[in-house]
């Protein structure tokens, strides 16, 4: 795809939506009746909803909340496949079950199955379900380019003739229903195309985040062996162009090495095809591939704790319903809302609300291409009051890197903010990290806390529903029930705090990893026979709110993204003049962990800035920019038990600079080990 030319794009008409404002009122030291009856406890800000916004809200109070939250629980299948059967299209309905599970390896492998043998067809209910519903001259899609001035609109059946082109090109090239289609694209309107045309014809997408490096592309394109990669030439990201393609051609020189052979890769002895050149002359129109609600509609790749990273696989059916039903109710949806994600396509949260949970709902979704703060800090609530923005989903990270100086007085009181209005705003919403509540209360903030596995919202406010507590993600989602166990696996009751996992399945759960069924039976369902185990902590209060606490296993979480820490110790130790690395997360004020990187040179090397530079760039070259090292700690020697294990909990605290927290250091081999590093700590 070409995308420096925007002479295709054309300017939108102005939208003439105008919400409904609404009023929370912040009351503090509220008691306020929650679960169980408990009054919120005396020390928490309870937020309650304005009486005008819950009146409005499609579930208007914690009765009703409690009420249809029990008869999911009580019965999921009637629950759901009421759900499924009223606000879907389904060619054929499904078998006798409406769900079959194994979540306890004691008796089993572990199996998931959602609306088995109901055919349908995702795409065809984002797109062609809702032009038959009136929704055909209704805004898909706007999107917004990196530069102000250059935007463009889809309509449904505007967005689902580009669809049916696609998906026609890429029957023609034989790609066909099973087949992976690997897509490295930036922020544009062919992506979520490129997701419902692969959807349209069954093909499983692999979207792989533009920001990930050639060699991170080249071994996701090995496990995964598509027909077809989708790029573009480059893209613009506030001041930057980023050539994509070069990249990719970089990953095809990498996958070839690592064995694909000529034949599964034949479109590539062709010359590279330009999108614009070809596929606008396939017919705008094209048949839907049917498939069974448990064939599989897309593959995401995802840190663990190991190495090599995950293919978390979703299928259709339950993810369609799920992804449909989270959007609608946390974020309160209405059709006239113009609705902003400000996530990537290439992680969990695009999937679910960019692409599949709003389009499912008939939703007007905004695209933006650029970096939030180009070309100054005030970029997103320009973009908000222009395209009269009601719901604004984002990362904690995305606020605090605007904000900069950490002052958000005064960021919130500066002309970047107060020259625009931003008053069509109606619900926020929040990802991927805890968040410290910021700026005024007058919309309702979600806090959604849920996983790439989990496939759409876990446990997440219902504006208009509950008194929320800021920092809280609260309750579970219809048909989750969550549950907090000791590390002996023991549920823990009432105000508790331990690891979170969940009992029995939701439709929107993932059925495998990607050709490694016992890796996810290890990693998820092993560490607490009978349960799903999130690798989170959490901690439940008296009132019944929950609180994540973060990862409670290797994983970090940079600006809401996930890495492994073995990731970057892989790509670290692959580095000729690096002996050993131990990577773990630190307390960081935008990014909310930053990677703090213990490094051992070979013998014979000495410290320095340049060694220190091109370790940097080993990162950025294997993972992608996004996991570079905040900072490289030098290190002789690494504190190791006597089994050789690295102790990472006094890492941990040496990075955060907690030196009287060092705890126990006799069962290392060598204890001088710690206070060497304490003494390297600022060089
Ligand atoms: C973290 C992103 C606190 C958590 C959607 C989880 C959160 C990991 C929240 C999944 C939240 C996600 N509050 N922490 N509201 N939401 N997390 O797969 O540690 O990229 O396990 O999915 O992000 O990251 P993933």
Redesign the pocket.
């Given at each position: 795809l070409n995308n420096h030319n925007h002479n295709h794009h054309f300017r939108h008409a102005d939208s003439t939506a105008s919400p409904p404002s609404s009023a929370v009122a912040k009351i503090s030291h509220l008691k306020a009746v929650v679960l169980g009856g408990a009054p919120a406890s005396e020390e928490d800000d309870v937020v309650l909803p304005s009486h005008d916004y819950s009146r409005q809200a499609l579930v208007p109070s914690q009765q009703k909340y409690l009420e249809m939250y029990k008869a999911s629980i009580e019965n999921p299948a009637g629950f759901w496949s009421g759900i499924a059967s009223s606000e879907f299209y389904w060619k054929q309905r499904w078998g006798d079950q409406v769900y079959s599970e194994n979540l306890d390896v004691r008796r089993g492998n572990i199996k998931i199955e959602w609306f088995k043998g109901g055919i349908t067809n995702v795409c065809y209910n984002c797109l062609d379900r809702n032009i038959g519903a009136g929704l055909a001259d209704k805004i898909a899609l706007y999107w917004e380019s990196n530069e102000p001035g250059f935007d463009a609109t889809l309509t449904y059946s505007q967005l689902l003739q580009r669809v049916c082109q696609l998906a026609n090109y890429l029957r023609s090239v034989g790609v066909r229903k099973g087949d992976a289609v690997v897509v490295y694209l930036p922020m544009l309107m062919e992506l979520p195309i490129t997701m419902l045309a692969c959807a349209r014809i069954g093909a499983v997408h692999s979207v792989v985040f533009a920001g990930f490096s050639s060699e991170s592309l080249a071994q996701r394109i090995v496990d995964c062996k598509p027909k077809v990669v989708i790029t573009c030439n480059a893209v613009k990201r506030g001041p930057k162009t980023i050539f994509l393609k070069d990249i990719v051609d970089a990953a095809l020189i990498d996958s070839d090495n690592q064995g694909i052979s000529r034949e599964k890769t034949k479109w590539k002895e062709g010359r590279d095809i330009w999108w614009e050149d070809v596929v606008p002359k396939y017919p705008t129109s094209c048949d839907v591939e049917w498939v069974d609600a448990e064939d599989p509609l897309f593959l995401l790749y995802?840190s663990g704790s190991t190495g090599k990273p995950k293919g978390v696989l979703h299928t259709t059916g339950g993810y369609m319903v799920y992804t449909a039903t989270t959007f609608k109710y946390a974020f309160d949806y209405k059709d006239s809302d113009v609705y902003w994600c400000t996530a990537d396509c290439g992680?969990?949260?695009g999937h679910s609300y960019v692409t599949y949970g709003p389009m499912l709902n008939g939703a007007t979704v905004l695209l933006y291409e650029g970096a939030p703060s180009y070309p100054d800090p005030g970029r997103c609530w320009d973009i908000v009051d222009k395209y009269k923005v009601t719901i604004f989903y984002t990362t904690p990270t995305l606020v605090r890197s605007l904000i900069r100086d950490g002052d958000e007085a005064s960021y919130f009181s500066n002309l970047y903010v107060t020259r625009y209005s931003r008053k069509s705003l109606r619900v926020l919403g929040?990802?991927?990290?805890?968040i410290n509540p910021i700026g005024g209360s007058r919309c309702p903030i979600s806090?959604?806390?849920?996983?790439?596995?989990t496939g759409g919202f876990m446990i997440t406010p219902l504006p208009g529903a509950w008194p929320q507590k800021p920092g809280s993600?609260t309750f579970p989602f219809f048909g989750v029930q969550p549950v907090i166990v000791d590390e002996k696996g023991v549920e823990l009751d009432g105000e508790c705090s331990g690891y979170l996992c969940v009992k029995s399945s939701w439709p929107g759960a993932f059925r495998t990893l990607y050709g490694d069924h016992e890796r996810y039976e290890t990693t998820y369902f092993k560490p607490f026979p009978g349960y799903y185990f999130?690798?989170?902590g959490c901690r439940r209060d008296k009132d019944g709110y929950h609180w994540?606490t973060?990862?409670v296993d290797d994983v970090i979480?940079v600006s809401g993204?996930?890495i492994g820490t073995a990731e970057v110790e892989s790509a670290l130790v692959s580095h000729p003049q690096c002996a050993e690395a131990a990577v773990v997360g630190v307390e960081h004020q935008v990014k909310g962990q930053g990677i703090y990187a213990f490094v051992t040179p070979v013998e014979g090397i000495s410290y320095s800035e340049e060694l220190r530079k091109s370790l940097t760039l080993t990162v950025r070259t294997q993972i992608g920019a996004f996991a570079a090292p905040d900072k490289i700690h030098w290190a002789p020697a690494l504190p190791k038990t006597r089994s050789g294990k690295i102790m990472r909990r006094i890492l941990r605290k040496i990075a955060a600079r907690q030196l009287d927290e060092l705890g126990d250091t006799s069962t290392l081999t060598d204890p001088g080990v710690v206070d060497q590093l304490i003494k390297l700590a600022d060089t």
């Open positions: 995802t992680w969990i949260t929040s990802a991927g990290e805890p806090d959604t806390w849920w996983q790439t596995e993600a999130t690798g989170d994540l973060g990862r979480n993204r996930r």
